[in-house]
Structures are given as C-alpha cells and as structure tokens.
C-alpha cells in the first residue's frame, strides 16, 4: 500500500511539531508532501529539508528574497496555503494553523473532497454551518485533532448519535483553578502560559487559563457531532486523563481515558478510522490514583457561558466571540490589559454585535476582519 501523502498546515506550532515527530515513527506509512506556515520561514524551511518535504507555503512574505532548496517549491503570500494544497494534491489535509487565519485552508480542503484532520476549532466556531454542510456535500470525512473532541469520536463509535443523552468535555481548570475573580488581575503572562498538565501554544495555553478554550470546544463539539448545545456539558477534572465522555440513552457512559500526549489523537486522526499502533506508554490509573470532577466556576471564569450564549442564538455570533478573545488574548501577552479585561472585551463585542444569519462566507470573514479591528481599538 502507498504511503499516505499528508499536507501538514501549521507545521511549526505545538500540534504541527508533534505530528512530524508521529509521521517519522514510520516513513513507509506516512509521506509529508507539503508544510505551511504564517510566520516561522526559518523553521519550516528547516523542517521541509529534514523531512525531505517538496512544497512549502509561509503566509508573510520575507523583506528579502530567498532561495529554496534545489526541488523545493516556495511560495508566499495570503493565497500561498490554498496554493500548496492544489499544488501537492494530498490524500489528507492537516490544519494546525492558530486561530482564524485557519477558515480559507478548511473550506479549500472540503471544496477539494479531501479529507481535513482539523485542529484548528476556530474554522468550525466562525463558520461551523457551512464547513459541516460542506462536509456533508462533498462525502468529506472532518477528523478532530482536539484531544476533547477525539475522544469524542471514538466514543460515539459505540452508539448511533440518535442514542446520545449528553456530551461531556472535560477541563483541567488551567493555572488559576481555585482563584477568585479579583485575584487574576495580577497575574502576568508568564504564569498563565504555564499549563499544568498541557504542552501547548500560547493562544490555547491563555485560552485554556481562562477557560475561553472550552467555550470554543464547546461549540466545535456542537456542530461537528450535531448535538444541541444544551446537550453538552463542561466538568473539571485537573487530573487530564479522562478526555471527555459520553451518556447514552440507556443511562451508560462511556469515558475516553489516557495520558495527556497529543500524539494520541494526531494518531488517530491519521489513522481513522483505524488505530494505528503507537510506542508504549508507562501510564497507569493505579500510579495516578485519583480522579477529580468539579462543576466549573463560572463567577471567576464567565467564558463558558459567552460561549453558550454565542452557540444558542448562532449566526454571526460564534465568530464574533473566537475573534474578540484572539484579539484581547494577543493584548494580554503583549501586557497592555489583564487577564480579566479578556472577558471583559469578549462580553462586550457580543454584546455590541447584531447577529445575522451565518450563510455567507465573505460576509463571516468580514465580521471577523470588523470585530479585530474594533477590538483592537479597544486594547490599544
């Protein structure tokens, strides 16, 4: 059987790292045929020469010329991602781009009917409606890389959709677990970008100690397994072994348990919907001992509910909220507010906002380039 031909976007991020580092662990299974960038040229150049990869795409383009590597394609620029994936023809699309830069490169991939491992959530927040219909269109498989919405996946194996009672996402808590309100506002970014269980980038790193990240699971989970919203509940457990669960119709549950390696799910996504083998692990549930469960705490953490809000009422409004807290969490790391002024502007930019239906993709793109820009001027 030929090697899968993998186009990996986001390579130099936390997730595209790790799905390298996977790829590699059998090159007879698995060929990178193109990497994509925003920023880091540096980085994936390095990575393309390393891994014997012919085409790269980095959104920004350098203030000076470069050369690529002989049989190396190149390209830059706002269209140069779409490029590389009609260029590379892959038989699998992976998105790890960061944030909503991430939307144009899943609907080119769904367009194309080539199947998409996403871990980037925030295509399916802003434009969850139509990536899913397109999906649906096209007979296009969309795989989550989220660690949450992967087990998911593979709980819902188990049981058709109609015998779903409940989803259930679980959260560690992030850095401030126990923390009131008052006290967040001293904290720095350093000490919020300090996942406890998690190794990860720094949007979902904040995302995830203010709990803004499960709002956007939340949401993804909802249009990716069409489960109503209400139907999706958010539990705490510091521990991150149980990745999420699911309730049945019979009153069973099943749970998805492991270690917190993102590997895991980037395994699965370029398996699925086989498993493929992996190295062992030394995790045991006797060494780990206990696990925790605890309702969030929504006074100090009022995203989840921004987010439960945003998905009930729909249309423009998920995308609103996913480019409200990009914009606030790039203000709090550059330290012109605190962490608490993110909720603050996010509430505010829903608030501000009439809804539309969510049924254009120009439009959606436009609401996310309009709700940046106000906010900026706000966190300026």
Not at 289 to 316: I, V
């Amino acid at each position: 059987m030929p090697p899968l031909r993998v186009a990996l976007l986001g390579s130099t991020g936390s997730i595209g790292v790790q799905t390298l580092e996977v790829c590699a662990e059998d090159p007879h299974r698995v060929e990178v045929v193109a990497l994509a960038a925003g920023t880091d040229l540096a980085g994936v150049l390095s990575q393309a020469e390393r891994h014997g990869v012919p085409h790269v795409a980095v959104a920004r383009e350098p203030s000076t010329p470069v050369q690529p590597p002989a049989g190396m394609s190149l390209t830059f620029g706002d269209e140069a991602i779409l490029e590389l994936i009609d260029r590379s023809a892959p038989d699998l699309i992976i998105n790890a781009i960061v944030g909503g830069a991430g939307l144009p490169a899943s609907r080119r991939a769904l367009e194309l009917g080539i199947p998409l491992a996403l871990a980037n959530k925030e295509s399916i927040v802003i434009a969850g409606e139509l990536l899913t219909g397109l999906a649906r269109k096209t007979g296009t498989p969309l795989i989550p890389i989220d660690s949450e919405h992967s087990a998911l996946l593979q709980c819902l194996r188990a049981g058709s959709r109609g015998e779903v009672r409940k989803l259930v996402l679980t959260a560690s808590g992030g850095p401030f677990r126990g923390r009131d309100r008052g006290a967040l506002a001293e904290v720095t970014p350093e000490e919020a970008l300090r996942h406890p269980t998690w190794s990860m980038g720094s949007r979902i790193s904040i995302d995830s100690a203010t709990l803004m990240n499960k709002g956007l699971e939340v949401i993804e989970a909802h249009h990716l397994f069409e489960v109503d919203v209400d139907r999706i509940e958010v539990v705490v457990h510091p521990q991150s072994v149980v990745h999420s669960m699911v309730e049945f119709q019979d009153g069973s549950w099943l749970a998805h348990l492991g270690p917190a390696d993102m590997k895991i799910p980037i395994r699965y996504a370029l398996g699925h919907p086989a498993r493929w083998e992996g190295p062992p692990s030394n995790f045991s549930l006797a060494g780990i001992g206990r696990l925790d469960f605890e309702e969030p705490d929504h006074e100090t953490f009022p995203s989840l509910q921004f987010a439960y809000e945003a998905c009930r009422r729909g249309g423009t409004l998920p995308a609103v909220f996913n480019a409200a807290d990009e914009v606030a969490v790039e203000a709090f790391l550059a330290g012109r507010i605190s962490l608490p002024r993110i909720f603050e502007v996010v509430e505010r930019a829903l608030r501000e906002h009439e809804r539309e239906p969510a049924t254009d993709w120009t439009r959606l793109l436009e609401i996310d380039r309009e709700t940046r820009e106000r906010v900026a001027s706000w966190t300026s």
